[in-house]
């Protein structure tokens, strides 16, 4: 066992001994108590709760427990025959999700194939600036497949009854050994297609397959200070690839709208605010777009082009729900395009009165220029 890497069993915080339902409830309550959602301001939250997932899928499958509790964690190393994703994940071979007819072409499958459709689902989710930095709640609307509500997945028509299939005894897999090979290969019952019962009355509405495709809507919460890319994973709201499996999961990825104003940098908000000649020169107090609608910014005299005055506090809340950041305004000074008889006159005639004296970066910057080139 890697020194990084604990025991499964010490994860969840049972025994060796503990019963499914128990494996069950463990993962349950720490996975609720460890979260990434309900622990935002923890960094380590996510990566406790991935190790809480990765135990739990070895402790709730009977075939990787097993080999766990033979060979530890070398049953699920990188390389090993029996790791998962590896063609003799668990000591047996699947050949029914390889997709491959008869025993060469499942040998082939089990050697260069991975493994057949969990049912998991991607969907993006677009939301505004706004939205995005204060937390919201939205409706997500998509398609998926899940059981037939009219069967109840069963397949059959009302008043009908599926029958057992008698090949694989209710399994929906069919398992032989050959005899060049050290491990059991197992495949989708031929007979039944992998739902383990035959149905002689179909249902209408499913043709049979007890499963549909309907509309589905999720509220999906939004917590304030989200980036754009940021994914969030939920549980069972996939699509249920079979009747005899659970459904998969559902990954949304957040996208945030371009904002006319605002661009965001981590959690302080920029935007350019233009100023006049005049209040850049003797101070003014202007109007400015805040994200909590219009704000006050003072300029002090003698403000520069370019330069970045800061509203505190008025930026996206931080992530671990204390404070905000900051409002950076960048002023741009505004040049008038046209001047009447009379500015231009005072224009002018300030020009002749000031000279270079009130121009401390113009003269340094001719200066330099000038010893640049004698």
Same mark, same amino acid.
């Given at each position: 066992m890697s020194q990084s890497q604990r025991d499964h069993y010490e994860v969840l915080g049972i025994g060796r001994g503990a019963t499914p339902e128990e494996v069950k409830a463990a993962f349950r309550k720490l996975a609720s108590q460890h979260h990434p959602d309900r622990n935002q301001g923890d960094p380590n939250a996510s990566t406790r709760f991935k190790e809480l997932n990765a135990s739990y899928q070895v402790l709730s499958d009977p075939q990787r427990r097993s080999l766990y509790d033979r060979f530890g964690h070398k049953a699920e190393a990188p390389g090993s025959p029996f790791s998962a994703g590896s063609p003799f994940e668990g000591g047996v071979v699947d050949l029914g999700d390889l997709g491959f007819d008869g025993i060469l072409g499942d040998l082939l499958g089990a050697f260069g194939v991975g493994r057949g459709d969990r049912g998991d689902l991607k969907q993006d989710l677009e939301v505004s600036f706004e939205e995005a930095a204060f937390g919201c709640t939205k409706e997500l609307r998509y398609d998926r497949v899940t059981s037939c509500a009219e069967c109840r997945g069963s397949g059959a028509a009302a008043g009908s009854v599926p029958e057992s299939c008698s090949a694989c005894h209710g399994r929906g897999r069919v398992r032989f050994q050959q005899g060049f090979l050290p491990i059991a290969v197992e495949r989708t019952c031929p007979r039944c297609r992998g739902t383990g019962h035959l149905v002689h009355d179909a249902c209408t509405t499913c043709r049979a397959s007890g499963l549909v495709t309907s509309a589905n809507t999720?509220?999906?919460?939004?917590?304030?200070?989200?980036?754009?890319?940021?994914?969030?994973?939920?549980?069972?709201?996939?699509?249920?690839?079979?009747?005899?499996?659970?459904?998969?999961?559902l990954e949304i990825t957040i996208h945030v709208r371009p904002h006319p104003f605002f661009r965001r940098v981590n959690d302080d908000v920029t935007c350019h605010v233009p100023i006049s000649f005049v209040?850049?020169?003797? +101070?003014?107090? $202007?109007?400015?777009?805040?994200?909590?609608?219009?704000? &006050? !910014?003072?300029?002090?005299?003698?403000?520069?082009?370019?330069?970045v005055l800061r509203l505190r506090g008025q930026g996206v809340p931080h992530r671990g729900g204390v404070g905000r950041g900051d409002q950076r305004v960048e002023v741009?000074?505004?040049?008038?395009?046209?001047?009447?008889?009379?500015?231009?006159e005072l224009?002018?005639?300030?020009?002749?009165?000031? +000279?270079?004296? $009130?121009?401390?970066?113009?003269?340094?910057?001719?200066? &330099? !220029?000038?010893e640049l080139f004698d």
């Open positions: 999720l509220e999906v919460t939004i917590p304030p200070g989200v980036e754009s890319g940021a994914t969030r994973l939920v549980t069972g709201a996939g699509n249920r690839p079979r009747t005899d499996r659970p459904a998969g999961d209040q850049a020169a003797l +101070g003014a107090e $202007v109007d400015v777009p805040t994200l909590d609608g219009k704000g &006050k !910014l003072r300029v002090p005299a003698g403000t520069q082009p370019g330069s741009a000074l505004e040049v008038p395009t046209s001047l009447s008889p009379r500015q231009r224009l002018e005639a300030y020009a002749k009165e000031t +000279g270079e004296d $009130v121009l401390p970066q113009q003269k340094s910057f001719m200066d &330099k !220029l000038k």
